[in-house]
């Protein structure tokens, strides 16, 4: 009964936002035929008249489903990546269990790598694409779509490991060698494997012999020689040699895109918070209480490992010494390994003896994943003293093929204790998929 008034619920959504007056003379399978027709011969423009009639004209026909992602291979053929992703995106949102989501999740992906800007500017479309594509590998890890995504996450990576190259190796060059040097640590410890590794480690050994420390500066000049020993920085890293290469490719660098600075990466490790200025980086550090955490501390809805840095990303960044807190606004993205927080505000508090993460709150359009995880909500309560995790508001929790709704959901992690609580109008509710008898 209640998928019964959930179907003619969203029934009645989907007339309500119905403008367009029915064309009865229309047939929605000629019009579809038509539409793909028009995609073949690359009449983008009439093509989406014909998949948008189909959208807006018969909503509650089978064909205006497969009419939308069309809609949105048109927009994407035309190049206008913007229109596309929102068509997809908006897809997802009303469709989540439809059987083209692995698709529409690999195209959302690859408008947002299309949107992507180049290494100077925001990456914030970068890290977007990375995170349907992780969720695509993680929900959908049979589909044919996951291993174009896995590649997908490959070719990001590297892109965002030449940004940081890219902004050390400006330091560097600007003689900003504390800069040049926390910049590219910071890339050998996030990125690894990815090309550009010697370059990295050359310019953090030349970066410390500027400052004049010769023992740091042999140390990555020593793991140079031995991890890289064909490149070209390799020979003869301490003459005139090496230098003179640098200098022979000496390149001009754009200044890096200003307008895009309240935007900034955000790496919580151990230190003393201060009121955020422009360009400033903020770090704190998870409880070390929790170095011996079980693998029991990281099931069902424990997503958060304590003992691990946490990177976020936001269009606007404030700090509060008084009150330990550090507010991030606005797109908020925070990455922990293969964790990813989404939201619009994030909040943190921190402990005032220790100065240690104590509580988070994440608040508007929160998405939670990690594997094959997933929770959405309205708000999200992170209270690693009490160690609990406290989702509100229209949750749903995914983990592989079951699902659990409710309008509260509260993990003691402690106790390995879930509750779920639902309201008068739409009662908590659990579907959990019998595992097969060999595993």
Do not use: W
């Not at 929102?86 to 009303?94: C, H, L, P």
């Amino acid at each position: 009964m209640s998928r019964l008034i959930a179907i003619i619920a969203s029934c009645l959504v989907l007339f309500s936002c119905t403008s367009k007056p029915v064309k009865k003379s229309e047939n929605p399978g000629s019009l579809y035929v038509e539409g793909v027709n028009l995609m073949k011969a690359k009449k983008y423009d009439k093509a989406i008249n014909k998949f948008s009639d189909v959208r807006d004209n018969f909503p509650f026909d089978p064909m205006a489903l497969i009419s939308t992602v069309k809609l949105g291979d048109a927009y994407f053929e035309r190049k206008t990546y913007d229109l596309a992703l929102m068509t997809y995106e908006d897809f997802f949102k009303a469709h989540p269990e439809d059987e083209n989501i692995p698709y529409v999740l690999l195209r959302i992906g690859e408008c947002y790598e299309k949107l992507s800007l180049s290494l100077d500017r925001d990456q914030a479309y970068t890290l977007k694409a990375i995170e349907r594509y992780t969720y695509l590998m993680n929900r959908y890890p049979s589909s044919s779509y996951a291993a174009n995504a896995e590649e997908s996450i490959k070719r990001l990576n590297q892109k965002l490991a030449d940004r940081e190259l890219y902004i050390g190796e400006f330091y560097y060059r600007t003689n900003q060698y504390n800069a040049a040097i926390t910049r590219l640590e910071y890339l050998l410890k996030k990125y690894p494997h990815t090309v550009g590794f010697d370059k990295a480690l050359y310019f953090i050994a030349m970066s410390y012999k500027a400052l004049g420390d010769p023992v740091k500066s042999n140390e990555y000049i020593e793991k140079l020689q031995k991890e890289y020993p064909h490149s070209k920085l390799n020979k003869s890293s301490n003459s005139r040699g090496v230098r003179q290469t640098l200098k022979s490719s000496k390149k001009e660098f754009p200044p890096i895109d200003q307008s895009s600075t309240k935007r900034r990466e955000i790496d919580l490790r151990p230190q003393i918070i201060k009121a955020s200025t422009k360009g400033e980086t903020v770090r704190v550090t998870p409880d070390k209480q929790q170095a011996g955490q079980t693998d029991k501390d990281k099931s069902g809805l424990g997503f958060i490992d304590r003992t691990k840095p946490i990177d976020i990303v936001s269009d606007t960044m404030e700090g509060f010494d008084k009150e330990k807190m550090v507010v991030f606004k606005g797109s908020v993205v925070a990455r922990q390994d293969d964790l990813y927080i989404f939201s619009d505000v994030v909040e943190t508090f921190l402990n005032e003896e220790s100065n240690e993460i104590s509580k988070a709150y994440a608040k508007g359009s929160v998405k939670i994943v990690k594997q094959d995880r997933t929770a959405t909500a309205q708000e999200a309560f992170f209270d690693n003293i009490k160690r609990e995790i406290i989702l509100k508001g229209d949750v749903v929790v995914f983990q592989g093929q079951d699902k659990i709704t409710g309008n509260v959901i509260t993990y003691y992690i402690n106790e390995d204790k879930v509750v779920v609580e639902g309201d008068p109008e739409k009662r908590a509710r659990a579907i959990l998929t019998p595992k097969p008898k060999n595993q």
